[in-house]
Structure formats: structure tokens, C-alpha cells
């Protein structure tokens, strides 16, 4: 029996890119037959790198080439004009996250994806850790005794003038649409939403503390998040850590037992630290001088390859079996507008109400 393979392009050749062309190289039922990059040279040395027959310096070149899907890879403010692109052509797209920099953005390519009739996935590949699952899947059993009542995000970073300055995009509003909050602490946010439901109000201050010199996004940040249930969340995130002890979800219920998981260092998959559901309690002790704390970020990459992997044939098997994918665009806009509204809140000064969980259930 003979079946068509699905041709696939990733259009951005940087460095999260790799992620997604093993991802797709590795799936039986793909042929990653295309990349483009803005940059003609580093689409062909990355095409080379990789077994990647086509290379293009330009997307629409890459968009009619008779792919079924393309990957996005590329800077936060372009993913818009390239989502809406790939579903002019008919393409099925997944995108890096963060979806966009704006909720109008994001609005647009769930509406022209939507209007498309093609699958939209937004990559936030710590959902598919066995630990955000398990924690998932506690709730669902009522492990917690109803919605969980009570949340900490704690996201202890470190990050260094050379990760600001190597990539001329990154540490601007215009071309990053943020610091910290935008760009890493937004997996945990979105972990946060996950867990506890639809979020309703956000407060929030953001501050430029330590990296002031080269960047103007923020690099510290301490919100507190309302959600429909009633439950109550607080975030707080830096990438101003050195060394970086990583990340931490704590979720309490209302029956008093707690689940939580911990990625420390960066990019490993994260455990379970707490878990003081009755019968199942586990205390683990994360931090240690024995681990380095501050791996590289292409070490950190390496650690979350396999969970864009399992995003990625998550998003393929959308397509085959005509189904939404397990994080759609809709989804990834609820992570994007808490960020939005902590930069809102800290501006004026107000709580800043939110809208996604409005629009849940149209897609
Ligand atoms: N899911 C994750 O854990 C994760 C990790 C890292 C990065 N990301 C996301 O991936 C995206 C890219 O990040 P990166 O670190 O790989 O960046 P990068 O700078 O290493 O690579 C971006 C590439 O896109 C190219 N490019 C820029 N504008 C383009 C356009 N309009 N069309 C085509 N190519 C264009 C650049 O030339 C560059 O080669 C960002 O949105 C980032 O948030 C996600």
C-alpha cells in the first residue's frame, strides 16, 4: 500500500528551527521538502545542513511550491504576515509562539486560517511534558476537589547581554513585542491559564532592573491573575537570575492538596516536585550545586526537543485525521492577552479585564 506523504516547509532558518526539521525529518507520514528565510544564504546552508531539498529567499516562492503545511520559525511580529500568507495559499501552519505581539494580530490568523478551512497550531511544547499532563489530568479527576483555588508561576531566569545583543531583534518593543513575559515566561503562563481555566483580570507591574544597558523591553515582572472560577494566581518572572534556578507552577485545590511542577535547569523536562494529592505525595528537592544551572541556550533547545516533536506529530495527525490541533490558535491568544494585560496594568496603574474566555468554543 502506497500513501502520500504530507510535504512540509519551515519557513525561518534560525536556530529553533533544528527543533522542527529533526521533528519532521523523523515523522514516516512528512517529507520536509522546503525551508525559506529572509536571509537567502542561511535557508541554503540550513537546507544543506539538514537533507532539505529547496531553499528560497523569498516566502512566496516557498508558499506555492506544493507544500500541504509550513512551520513558522521566524521573529514574533512577522508570524502574522506569514500566517495569513500560508492560508491565501491553503496551507495548514503551525507557529512558534508567541502568536503574535498584538491581539489584533493574533485575531486576524485565527479569522484567516478559520476563513481557510486550514488547521492553526501555535507551538507551547511544555504542554506534552508528562508532568503538565499528569498535573492536567489530576484536575480533570477532581484530585483537587473542583477548580483549583490557588496558583503560583515563579519564573527565575538568568539571561545575559550576549543573548540580548547576538540577535538584532531581540530586546526591543518593535521587534521582540517584549521582555521576559513575552518571550519565555509566556510557556508558563500559558501552562498557568491551562490549569486553572479562563482568566478574567490581570494587575500587574513590569521594570527594566538589570539589563537596562542594551535592552528596553522588561526584565522583571510581578502580576496577579483572576480566573472565572474564582481562583487566584500570582506570577513573577526575571530573566535577571544568575545563576537561573528555572521555573516553578505550584496549583492548590480546594480540598487543600497541591500538585506542581519544576523545570530547573532550563529546558530539561520539568517534574513533579509537590504533589500532596492524597495517597500519590512526592517531595522532591530540585535545586543543587551539582547541576549546571546555566546552560546554554542551544543546550536548552536540545532539552525541549523532544517535546516540539510530540507537538509537531500532534499537529500533522490534526491534519490527517481532520481534527483541531492540541494547542490552536484561539488558545495561544489567551497566553498572549495575560502578557498584554500585565504591560496594560503596569502602564495605568488599573486591572485590565479579559476577553478570551469570551470567545471560547470558536476554535
Ligand atoms: N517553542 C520554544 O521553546 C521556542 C524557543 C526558541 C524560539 N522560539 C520562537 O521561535 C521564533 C524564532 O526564534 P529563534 O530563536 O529561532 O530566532 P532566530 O533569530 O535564531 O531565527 C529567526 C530566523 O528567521 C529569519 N527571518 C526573519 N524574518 C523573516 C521573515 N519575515 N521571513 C522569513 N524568515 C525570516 C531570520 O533571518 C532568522 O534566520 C520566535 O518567535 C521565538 O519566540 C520558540
Known sequence: MT??????????????????AKALHAMPEVELVACSDTDQDRAESFAAAHGIAHAYGDLEALLGSGLDAVTICTPHPTHEAIV??????GLHVLCEKPIAITLDEADRMVEATAAAEVKFGVLFQRRFWPAAQ????????????????VATCTVRLGRDRDYYTSDPWRG??????GGVL????????DLLQWFMGDAVEVSGHIDTLVHGDYIEVEDTVAATVKFSSGGLATITAGTTFTPGLGTQIVVGGRNGRTVSLTEF???????????????EEEYLQMHSTDIESDPPLSQIHVGLAPFHQMQIEDFVH????DRAPA?????????????????????TGQPVALTSGALAGLQ
Open 3 to 20: 500513501t502520500t506523504r504530507l510535504k512540509i516547509g519551515i519557513v525561518g532558518c534560525g536556530k529553533i528551527a533544528i527543533n522542527h
Open 84 to 89: 495569513l500568507a500560508a492560508a491565501e495559499h
Open 265 to 279: 535547569p532550563e529546558g530539561m523536562p520539568a517534574v513533579n516536585d509537590i504533589w500532596t494529592v492524597e495517597g
Open 134 to 149: 499528569r498535573i492536567r489530568a489530576a484536575i480533570d479527576a477532581g484530585a483537587l476537589g473542583g477548580a483549583p483555588v
Open 318 to 321: 490534526a491534519i490527517v485525521e
Open 327 to 347: 494547542v490552536s490558535g484561539r488558545d495561544a491568544r489567551r497566553a498572549l492577552e495575560i502578557v498584554l494585560a500585565i504591560y496594560e496594568s503596569s502602564r
Open 172 to 177: 526591543r518593543w518593535d521587534t521582540d513585542g
Open 182 to 189: 513575552m518571550t519565555q515566561a509566556i510557556h508558563y503562563i
